[in-house]
Structures are given as structure tokens and as C-alpha cells.
């Protein structure tokens, strides 16, 4: 509910098609976890506000989310360079036991969805494919960094919508009104 009533703002107060759809889904869920059947318009006050504090707990999770993943991702190169280091080490040791499975994340850009974190799993044979990907992790962190100050804005213009979005939720739950009296007269 919460992604809707973020995309519900963005469009100045109108939801499209398949969003009305999803929001009808969402509320019927509610109103079936809530027990709103049996209700009447005289209780449409209580059960906005149960729409708002929905949307509120909703919108909390998300930003946590993104306050997560903005921290991973400030550590992003630190974890990169120690990854150089173990692969380093696992060529450098003569009692490496081979094969080797080794992951690393970094950011990537995706033609779909933009920017995204990428977990890169390696199956290591011998020494000298864990000297080459370490190399190859060093010579490309560099790139990665960009990507990474890059994802790191558009978290926190993310962050910025969601904070600014706690403001008009209760706007929302009344916009979903005519939503819920069809919910309730089925329900009924």
C-alpha cells in the first residue's frame, strides 16, 4: 500500500488502471485481515485511519531498507579490496585446497532497472585463475566506485520521497475512500 500511495503522489493524486486494481487487492486483503465486513460508512473514519497507519508501517520498512542498503553500500569498495586480498592470498598459498568458491558484490548497471548490486560467484580452479580475478577485481573497482557514488544518490533521493511521503498519507487513505465502499459493499 505504501508503493501506492508513493505513486498515488507522484501523479498528483491519481492512480492509474492497474494501480487502482492493485490498491482494490490490497484493500480487500485489509479489510479481510482486519475484519472490516459488517462495517458501515459510519465506521469509514476508523478504517482510514486503519488505511493510514497500513501505509505508515508500510513506508517505515522501506525507508529502513534503504537506510540498509545505503550502508552496505558505503562499504562497498572496503569489502572489494578485501576480497583482492583473500583471493591474493588464496594464490599465494601452495596448501589452497582447489577447487575454490569465492562471491564479491559491486554495483552494476542494469538496462532494466538501472542501477543494482551484483553478487559475481567464482568457482576457482587454481592459483593462477585467483591471481587473474583479483587482478580483475582491481583493475574494474575503480568503475565499480562511480556506479556505487552514483547508486548512492539515487538512495538518497529515494529516502528524501519516502520521508516526504509520510506527510500526505493520510491524504491517501481518504483519496482510497470510494475504493473502500465498494469493498464493503461486497463485503456486506
Known amino acids: 500500500m505504501a508503493r501506492l500511495a508513493l505513486e498515488w503522489e507522484k501523479q498528483s493524486g491519481k492512480l492509474k488502471v492497474r494501480q487502482r486494481e492493485q490498491l482494490r487487492r490490497a484493500l480487500t486483503v485489509a479489510a479481510n485481515i482486519l475484519s472490516w ?17 497500513l501505509a505508515r508501517a508500510g513506508t517505515r520498512a522501506i525507508r529502513r531498507d534503504l537506510e540498509r542498503e545505503t ?49 559475481e560467484p567464482l568457482t576457482l580452479a587454481d592459483a593462477d585463475e585467483a591471481g587473474a580475478a583479483a587482478d580483475n577485481v582491481e583493475k574494474r573497482t575503480e568503475t565499480w566506485d562511480k556506479l556505487r ?19 500526505s498519507l493520510s491524504s491517501f487513505a481518504k483519496a482510497a475512500q470510494g475504493t473502500v465502499k465498494e469493498i464493503l459493499a461486497i463485503l456486506t
Do not use: C, H, N
Open 71 to 119: 550502508k552496505i553500500k558505503r562499504k562497498e569498495i572496503d569489502l572489494l579490496k578485501a576480497a583482492v586480498k583473500t583471493l591474493r592470498k588464496v594464490a599465494e598459498d601452495a596448501e589452497s585446497d582447489y577447487p575454490v568458491e569465492f562471491s564479491y558484490s559491486y554495483t552494476a548497471r542494469s538496462p532494466a532497472r538501472g542501477l543494482v548490486t551484483k553478487t
Open 149 to 167: 557514488l552514483e547508486m548512492i544518490e539515487e538512495l538518497k533521493v529515494r529516502e528524501k520521497q519516502w520521508a516526504d511521503l509520510s506527510g
Open 37 to 53: 465486513e459488517g462495517a458501515s460508512e459510519k465506521e469509514l473514519d476508523a478504517i482510514t485511519r486503519d488505511i493510514t497507519k
